[in-house]
């Protein structure tokens, strides 16, 4: 999962399937400033390694105003139970796609390594095979590194 696409899901449950018109929308309108400011919330504990910044860039803001989208969202929180309700509901929906994410990645790795390890038996019978060969047709072996 990207940032961008955890954006794209909270900007759709918020009402807003058009993600690339929504994004650009500078509108303060309360609506469209709260899909934003979940997804900078969001996006700081799902991506921690991107700076406020970069968390802002994709709807033109700066890093102070990501650091306000933030605590607004901390404030509303803890203040309205519904609220609070629907922020846990999108990460506890998000926790979910970034454990399958994980599983996949594990996935690909171990399938990876699966076809490293045959390639490597199969380039270990390969040298049996030569080192055979040399023997029997009284050749060296010149070894490749």
């Known amino acids: 999962m990207t940032y961008e696409a955890m954006c794209m899901?909270?900007?759709?449950?918020?009402?807003?399937?058009d993600w690339e018109e929504a994004r650009q929308m500078v509108s303060r309108k309360t609506?469209?400033?709260?899909?934003r400011q979940?997804?900078?919330y969001l996006g700081s504990i799902f991506f921690p390694?991107?700076?406020?910044?970069?968390l802002g860039e994709p709807f033109g803001k700066?890093?102070?105003?990501?650091?306000?989208?933030?605590?607004?969202?901390?404030?509303?929180?803890?203040?309205?139970p519904d609220f609070n309700v629907k922020v846990k509901t999108y990460m506890h929906y998000l926790r979910k796609v970034?454990?399958?994410?994980?599983?996949?990645?594990?996935?690909?790795?171990l399938k990876d390594r699966e076809i490293f390890d045959r390639v490597m038996d199969v380039i270990?019978?390969?040298?049996?095979?030569?080192?055979?060969y040399c023997e029997l047709t009284n050749k060296q072996l010149i070894a490749v590194k």
């Not at 390694?49 to 970069?54: D, P, T």
């Not at 270990?124 to 030569?130: G, I, N, T």
């Open 31 to 35: 609506t469209i400033r709260t899909a």
């Open 38 to 40: 979940i997804c900078m």
């Open 9 to 17: 899901y909270i900007f759709q449950q918020e009402g807003f399937p």
């Open 49 to 54: 390694s991107m700076s406020l910044a970069l």
């Open 62 to 80: 700066d890093h102070a105003t990501v650091l306000h989208a933030k605590q607004i969202i901390v404030n509303d929180i803890t203040t309205r």
């Open 124 to 132: 270990d019978k390969m040298e049996l095979v030569a080192r055979v």
């Open 98 to 109: 970034k454990a399958s994410d994980d599983v996949n990645e594990i996935s690909k790795q």
